[in-house]
């Protein structure tokens, strides 16, 4: 087999790798698309998610800004902040404390860190500042600062932005103490951390991971909080190197491989550059239940892979397995054993390949005992013509040479012997003749009695047919002297035979009914044969073997003959010249002429 | 901030001469359309001599009715005294927070009257702890020339000794006090326009319960 080139001896695996790559394919590509689709689906439904979060997240911030304010609000009309406010010196301590009191009512939620309080003169002057569980130092309040500065100038009763206060990041309020209103006694500022506490929550209801980074362009470039494991959060800072993309797009980024649809959003803080905040999503969290199905959808098409693995084999077999038991028994057949029948029990083209197979067989097996019979029957030349040509009725005009040879007083001979010897004695003798004719190329047209008629150039045409008659002539003559000698010491009567030879052109054919058919040839150059043989017995030629003048015409090398003179052959105007083979006396008389 | 009148600037500075005689009329406007302030406070404070001690005529008083005070905004000199009877139906905590004079007056009946001396000069906004919507102010004054504009933005001040004064006009809205430096000779105009920039008005709009006020 070439490398690179699959190629299959047998049709059994090729049908299965035909019909198993039909099927992967399929299902390949059924699982491929299926895979593609849930991918972007995902990417698409974390898209729309991560663009909710923001909004949520915008939202959430909103709320707090707006509680904020709207506690502040209460606050500043509290009958007790106003008188301590009132007190000339101002009692510091218990302002503080009261704030802190405050604090504790203003948490956002249970878990929720208190908000960070502070109450600033209308001077932006620091008057007193809660920072419970805060690490807060008065020199960290610039941002309140900042803002009370914004909303005093464009007189607004409420401010807020986003900022770091002791390095993490916070929204911010402030809101006037009006004492009455508009009259500004005094700024409340609230703040409340947007930390791990805030992006859980935001993750609780998104299940979106939130990570707040301070300015790419910051020294102090760093992650402020993330819902994250740290070392993945981490990883988000090397992902933004100027804090400048697109905003509202989403983009896939790998966090420890792991690939994240993407979110970023600036968040503009006071007198600072913006920091950042990344919402994500896992893809592979995403496609969790899809990849499950996903799954699902692999085992069924492994299985029907597996099915289909099966049901290949079992076609392939079914398809196989009669062709090869058709291949072996057609070796079997071939060698010409046509005892068994192929067996083959199924209905299908198969069975019908089979059966007609059986009856081939058995028409090969009839047609061969047929050959077999005729053989015997018919030589088998005349067999193997009859076989070749459609049989039919009529001939052709040829060349043949005829051999006529039959047995002197055997007929006296046999009437003082039993049956059975005689035929003992007939079919040695006959046996042992047709043996040297058939040798020789002749044809035993047939057995007439004692006589044999053979024919030489039919059915096959052969110009040295003449030398190969006169060849079998001779040899059958010393046969027979052979074969007196074994009867003579078996103590049976001797035989003695004359032979006529004649060429002639006559009808070679199947002569006789529809029914029943003999090849044989006809004419009067076959009379003649016939004729020659009889003349053997006049004592005068002293010859067995007679052969015509048209015979000796067509022999290639003539041998030596003696002519015997002229004979009148009935219904010929023209005698014909006979002769003997060889000088006189060359063959001994073929019988003790009585 | 609007609530102090010390540290002023001198900004704009005028030599005007007023004539002494019949006092001093003054009419107050805005800067953006011209239309009459009511309300401003003209005080002139004397430049060239002491100031004179207020006399025991310097009391003022700012009553409790329909849930509001009235005047919206009173005038005296420093050291003066501001009466606050309660003419209405239900209780009243007045409060101050303002620098000039910290004070209160907790809850206290119908028909009760308090006062509270304003011994430094300045803006004293008071209001109410129980009605939010309660907003009155006390210019307290160094001197005893002064007078609040009508509804036709005018205001004369009492007769003025000859002599440069400091002229100060200040209203609720006014982002700023109007400094001027004026002469006051017998012989001169009487009448001076000054125009000073109002803030948008604030104040917190009572929802009308039928008894309430014209605004």
Not at chain 1, 111 to 134: C, D, G, M, W, Y
Not at chain 1, 237 to 243: E, H, K, S, V, Y
Not at chain 1, 279 to 287: C, I, K, V
Not at chain 1, 453 to 461: D, E, K, Q
Request: include cysteine.
């Amino acid at each position: 087999m070439k490398p690179g080139r699959l190629q299959f001896r047998r049709f059994r695996t090729r049908l299965v790798c035909l019909l198993l790559g039909l099927v992967a394919a399929m299902l390949g590509t059924v699982y491929l698309l299926i895979s593609s689709a849930n991918e972007r689906n995902a990417i698409e439904h974390i898209d729309q998610n991560l663009k909710i979060g923001a909004r949520l997240f915008q939202k959430n911030l909103d709320e707090r800004i707006d509680y904020l304010s709207g506690s502040a609000k209460v606050m500043s009309n509290d009958y007790q902040i106003r008188k301590l406010i009132m007190q000339d010196p101002l009692d510091r301590e218990t302002l503080r404390s009261n704030l802190d009191s405050y604090a504790d009512r203003l948490r956002f939620n249970a878990k929720a860190l208190p908000p960070v309080i502070t109450l600033f003169s209308p001077e932006r002057e620091i008057l007193a500042l809660s920072i419970r569980n805060q690490r807060l130092d008065r020199e960290h309040l610039g941002p309140f600062q900042d803002l009370i500065r914004l909303a005093a100038d464009a007189d607004m009763e409420k401010a807020s932005g986003y900022s770091y206060l002791g390095g993490k990041l916070h929204v911010l309020v402030v809101v006037p103490l009006y004492a009455p209103y508009p009259n500004i006694a005094g700024w409340f500022g609230l703040a409340y951390p947007i930390d791990q506490a805030f992006a859980d929550s935001i993750k609780n209801t998104t299940l979106l991971e939130l990570t707040f980074a301070s300015n790419a362009a910051e020294p102090d470039h760093r992650i402020l909080s993330s819902t994250l494991p740290p070392r993945t959060a981490h990883e988000i800072l090397a992902l933004r190197p100027t804090g400048n993309n697109a905003a509202g797009t989403s983009q896939i980024v790998l966090l420890q491989g792991e690939p994240y649809v993407t979110l970023f959003q600036p968040l503009d803080l006071l007198e600072e550059a913006p920091a950042t905040i990344a919402l994500q999503r896992s893809l592979h969290t995403e496609l969790a239940p899809a990849r499950a199905l996903e799954k699902t959808v692999l085992g069924i098409s492994l299985a029907a892979l597996a099915a289909a693995a099966l049901a290949a084999v079992w076609i392939a077999r079914g398809v196989s397995q009669p062709l090869l038991q058709l291949a072996a028994h057609t070796k079997v057949v071939a060698t010409g054993d046509y005892t068994k029948p192929i067996t083959l029990p199924r209905t299908d083209e198969f069975g019908q390949l089979a059966t007609a197979f059986n009856q081939m067989t058995a028409g090969l097996a009839e047609r061969d005992r047929v050959r077999d019979l005729l053989g015997k029957v018919v030589s088998p030349e005349i067999a193997t013509q009859l076989l070749r040509s459609d049989l039919q009725l009529g001939g052709e005009e040829r060349e043949v040479t005829i051999l006529f040879c039959d047995l002197r007083n055997f007929t006296g001979m046999s009437e003082q012997m039993n049956p059975i010897d005689v035929l003992s004695l007939l079919n040695r003798y006959l046996d042992r003749m047709s043996t040297i004719i058939e040798r020789h190329g002749g044809v035993i047209d047939k057995y007439i009695g004692d006589a044999i008629m053979a024919l030489f150039g039919a059915p096959v045409s052969d110009p040295a047919a003449p030398g190969k008659a006169i060849a079998a002539a001779r040899e059958m003559a010393r046969a027979l002297q052979g074969l007196n000698r074994e009867f003579a010491t078996e103590g049976r009567p001797t035989l003695a035979f004359g032979i006529g030879i004649n060429t002639a052109r006559v009808v070679a054919g199947n002569m006789g009914s529809r029914t029943r058919l003999n090849y044989t040839v006809i004419g009067d150059g076959v009379n003649l044969a016939s004729r020659l043989e009889s003349l053997t017995k006049d004592p005068a030629y002293d010859t067995p073997i007679i052969i015509s003048e048209a015979t000796l015409r067509s022999l290639l090398n003539p041998p030596l003959v003696r002519e015997l003179g002229e004979v009148q052959v009935k219904g010929k105007a023209a005698a014909v010249k006979i002769y003997a083979l060889g000088a006189k006396g060359e063959s001994q008389p073929p019988y003790p002429v009585s | 901030m609007r609530a102090c009148l010390i540290p002023l600037l001198f900004a704009g500075c005028l030599g005007l001469t007023v004539r002494a005689a019949e006092g001093v009329r003054i009419i107050v406007r805005t800067t953006l359309d011209g239309k009459p302030v009511a309300d401003a406070v003209v005080s002139a404070t004397p430049l060239d001599h002491p100031v004179p001690t207020p006399g025991p005529g310097n009391t003022a008083e700012i009553e409790q009715k329909n849930q509001e005070f009235s005047p919206y905004v009173t005038v005296i000199q420093v050291g003066g005294k501001v009466i606050f009877p309660n003419h209405d139906t239900v209780q009243h905590h007045i409060y101050s927070l303002s620098k000039p004079k910290r004070f209160e007056i907790p809850l206290y009946q119908a028909g009760a009257s308090e006062s509270v001396v304003f011994d430094r000069p300045g803006i004293v906004a008071i209001g109410c702890n129980i009605h939010d919507w309660m907003v009155a102010y006390i210019a307290v004054v160094p001197t005893p020339f002064f007078a609040k504009t009508d509804d036709t933005g005018a205001a004369t001040l009492p007769s003025l000794s000859p002599g440069r004064y400091r002229l100060e006009i200040w209203h609720p809205r006014a982002a700023a006090p109007v400094v001027q430096e004026i002469s006051s000779a017998p012989e001169n105009a009487t009448v001076l326009e000054v125009k000073v920039a109002l803030k948008p008005d604030k104040r917190i709009r009572r929802a009308p319960t039928g008894k309430g006020t014209d605004y």
